[in-house]
């Protein structure tokens, strides 16, 4: 019986990915390892292996096609007794949607929901009635009971009605989805754990999308014909405009800044470099951040957190996530356990981690997770700035570049190297008290690296 080869999930939350290349053709013999194909998601290109031995019986997808649904059929493996007769084709299309998840809708009210895009889409208006099962994706569930919004009044614009996570995200961007009253007044509805029931009114209510920003003919407008090029925007960048737009509309940040002096941990760090340089191992200022960090975490534990709607989740290890800028967009490897791990293991595992981040050939399990982030852009002579929090976390760091600078000791004036550092903090988990604590904590380590190494 052919085998069918699917769009493999590499993520958690991936719903689509690009076939980026294909190492086969419609013929060739396949042994199980044999890498037929590569993928790209927002943050890796992964490789697709045969699992079968087998003949590659027929391409579905072409190469360089984006936007290809998990699960979808993408080729198909024949033994060495079938041929092409043999094979099904996929039903419908081989661009299927990704399995839908059934979300039981316990409130028995009849929705009505009107969704309007005022700049680009006619209304849309899915009707459920008692009873109705609603479908929604698996992010999109997930992004509602983070938010406590019931799926049951949201549109759905993805195939057969589907929610989708822009439905969701819409739905926020809106302030809730409003739902029609029924013509005979409902029970009490019971409540699904993690959402709450929405206001009913008396006529179906129309939910008008804000427009993000100024709608794409009226930029056009202002710019003559020839005078630019459009380029299109690839999967990293879309998510992460996507993650950004949706940090900043529902993460309430606040900044704390702090300046630290670098003198100390400058002299700590030539004398372990000139101890390791046997090893072939140089120490970065980076690297002692990335510790310093971790260690307040682990003195400061209550700012080691993630709010949920559930509950705020506090965190037992510090995993450090650092942005790494690589073309069209950045990767934030994670640093797991970096309060545990010597300066040496960070260097050699943030240099790893760093290279292949720029080819694109990290794993998702080594992009994903973390508990708070590093952005460092001292090396680009950025004295400071602010940096956006990158969910799940409730903080990140901004680090400028180290300086000489005036400053007075004792009551003298004196000169030292000074680096100014931002805290980004997400108000719903650290206060202004407790984000103090964490940069004094962090200060305290960079400006007396010895501790470090207790």
Known sequence: MPIPILMPALSPTMETGKLAKWHVKQG???????????????????????IEEGRIG???????????PVNTVIAMVLANDESEGDIEAPEKSTKAATPQVEVPVEAPVETLVAVTDPVTKPAQTIVSKPGDRVIASPLAKRLAADNNLSLGAIAGTGPKG???????????????????????????????????????????????RPPAGLADKEIFSVYEEDSYEIVPHDNMRRIIADRLT????????????????????????????????????????????????????????????????????????????????????LFTPVIRHADLKTMSEISNEMKDLAHRARSKKLAPHEYQGGTTSISNLGMFDIKQFDAVINPPHASILAVGRGEQRP???????????????????????????????????????IEDPVTMLV
């Open 407 to 445: 400053v007075v000791k004792d009551g003298a004036l004196s000169v030292a190297t000074v680096m100014s550092c931002t805290l980004s903090c997400d108000h719903r988990v650290i206060d202004g008290a407790l984000g103090a604590q964490l940069l004094k904590a962090f200060k305290a380590y």
């Open 28 to 50: 060739d013999e396949v042994q199980p390892g044999d890498i037929i194909a590569e993928i790209e998601t927002d943050k890796a290109v992964m490789e697709v292996e045969a």
């Open 162 to 208: 589907r929610i989708v996570k822009k439905d969701v995200e819409l739905a926020l961007s809106a302030g809730g989805a409003a739902t029609a009253a029924p013509k005979t007044a409902p029970k009490a509805a019971t409540v699904p754990k993690a959402t709450t029931a929405l206001a009913a009114t008396s006529t179906a209510v129309e939910v008008a």
């Open 246 to 329: 949706l940090a900043k509309t529902s993460i309430p940040h606040f900044y704390l800044s702090i300046d630290c002096e670098l003198d100390e941990l400058l002299n700590a760090r030539k004398r372990m470099n000139d101890a390791i340089a046997a090893d072939g191992t140089r120490l970065s200022v980076n690297d002692f951040i990335i510790k310093a960090l971790a260690l307040a975490l682990q003195k400061v534990p209550d700012a080691n957190a993630t709010w949920t709607s559930e509950g705020t989740l506090k965190h037992k290890r510090s995993d450090v996530a650092v942005a790494v800028a690589v073309e069209g967009g």
């Open 58 to 68: 027929k391409l579905y997808i072409p190469e360089g096609d984006e936007d290809v």
